[in-house]
Nanobody
Framework: AEQLVETGGGSVQPGGSLRLSCSASGITFNRYCMGWFRQAPGKEREAVGAIGSRGIVTYTSAVKGRFTISQDNAKNSLYLQMNSLKPEDTAMYYC????????????????????WGQGTQVTVSS
């Protein structure tokens, strides 16, 4: 069965950094499209970024220049490096997979992803 497990969340002060990891089982990364999403209380789930074919990553404008998504196909793992964190980055962060597919367009639409992790909480506060 396909499973995604996020780790690495926690509490950090503004300006700090965190690195989230997503470990996948039952999913072969080179056949699935991967993305990170987040959901703050009272708000809709939004995309943080998604990896397209050829490794091109699309980011939402709010995190560009601060967050970096990467993946290690050999480890079946996805990562989200978050720097210069702001209070508005506080949310539950989810790893998501879409597929299997032959082509990844870097979709930022949550409804197009069919596998989700349980989420890891990130809190940015002084």
């Amino acid at each position: 069965a396909e499973q995604l497990v996020e780790t690495g969340g926690g509490s950090v002060q503004p300006g700090g950094s965190l690195r989230l990891s997503c470990s996948a089982s039952g999913i072969t990364f080179n056949r699935y499209c991967m993305g990170w999403f987040r959901q703050a209380p009272g708000k809709e789930r939004e995309a943080v970024g998604a990896i397209g074919s050829r490794g091109i990553v699309t980011y939402t404008s709010a995190v560009k220049g601060r967050f970096t998504i990467s993946q290690d196909n050999a480890k079946n793992s996805l990562y989200l490096q978050m720097n210069s964190l702001k209070p508005e980055d506080t949310a539950m962060y989810y790893c998501a997979a879409r597929g299997p597919r032959d082509y990844c367009g870097g979709s930022m639409l949550a409804r197009e992803y069919n596998y989700w992790g349980q989420g890891t909480q990130v809190t940015v506060s002084s």
